[in-house]
Structures are given as structure tokens and as C-alpha cells.
């Protein structure tokens, strides 16, 4: 944060890992798949509890 409030947290401590991969299916599809683990708790995430994101999307 540039200029938090007194009663803000000023600095975070991130750490993960994960991978992702792109599917590409016939000449139209395509997918994107992402897998990441949070090494730390914040206040979106707990240590150790995978996520998983995906989205698939069609062009013309």
C-alpha cells in the first residue's frame, strides 16, 4: 500500500507455487487451466489450500 490508514496493515507477505497449461481444440477452442498453492495465510487465502482457475473461451 502507497499510503495506508493508521490502522492498516502497510506491507503483506506472499509466497506460492503452482502451474497452469493452455488446451487449444479444433481451431475455434481454447482453455486455460491454473492450479496454485498459498505457502502463507492472508486474508483471502489459507496456507495449503489449493486453488484451482479455469476459463475456456471460443474465437470466431
Known sequence: MLDP???QQSKFKLASFGFGTRLRALSHLSADLILGVPMRDSTATTAWDPYFQ???KTEL
Open 5 to 7: 490508514l493508521p490502522e
Open 54 to 56: 479455469f476459463s475456456v
